[in-house]
Structure formats: structure tokens, C-alpha cells
């Protein structure tokens, strides 16, 4: 069974920046991918961004040019840059290795108008 911990969340401004970070228990292996997603009030769960373990990253149109997925050599810490937050931002932020489905318990962003 694999952990992932997420911190880093709280109660920004919009324009406002914040740094997530997730801790896993192990590195994530060849086809593996660690990311990030978030699931904003009453809407489904989306992705925001992702790392393969060769670092190779993917964005939501969304999150483009504004926030980065970054993670340390061995892939047991990934880290998201969030920068010129928005309201619609706002969301319940989850850390995820895949394919194997492995989730941290989440960590609530919330970016004010």
C-alpha cells in the first residue's frame, strides 16, 4: 500500500500564489505517473497536472502557464507551483499515482475574490 500526503493548502487572494507538496512512500516505477487533481465544490474530480517518472509533465488548459508540477529525482515528492491563483480555482486538491489508482486524503485550496 502506498501513502501520499498532501500540504501546503489554505486561504489565498486571488492573484495570490501557494506551493503544494505530497510525500509518497515509495518512488513511482517506469508507466507510472504521480499528478495532481482537484475536485472543486459540487463538480467531479479533474486532473491539474502530472509527471511521468522519466519527467515529462501534461497540464489542463485550465492551469497552463500559470502552475508547474515538479517533483525530486527518486519521484518520492511532487510539488505544484500554483501562481495568479482565481476564485475558480478553488478546490479540494488530491495527489495520485496511476495507473494503480493511489490517492492522498487531500488538501483544501481556496483562492477569494
Known amino acids: 500500500q502506498v501513502q501520499l500526503v498532501e500540504s501546503g493548502g489554505g486561504l489565498v487572494q486571488a492573484g495570490g500564489s501557494l506551493r503544494l507538496s505530497c510525500a509518497a512512500s515509495r518512488f513511482i516505477f517506469r508507466g507510472e505517473t504521480m499528478g495532481w487533481y482537484r475536485q472543486p465544490p459540487g463538480k467531479q474530480r479533474e486532473l491539474v497536472a502530472s509527471i511521468t517518472n522519466d519527467g515529462s509533465t501534461n497540464y489542463a488548459d485550465s492551469v497552463k502557464g500559470r502552475f508547474t508540477i515538479s517533483a525530486n529525482n527518486v519521484k518520492t515528492r511532487v510539488w505544484l507551483q500554483m501562481n495568479s491563483l482565481k476564485p475558480e480555482d478553488t478546490a479540494v486538491y488530491y495527489c495520485?499515482?496511476?495507473?494503480?489508482?493511489?490517492w492522498g486524503r487531500g488538501t483544501q485550496v481556496t483562492v477569494s475574490s
Open positions: 495520485n499515482i496511476s495507473p494503480l489508482g493511489y
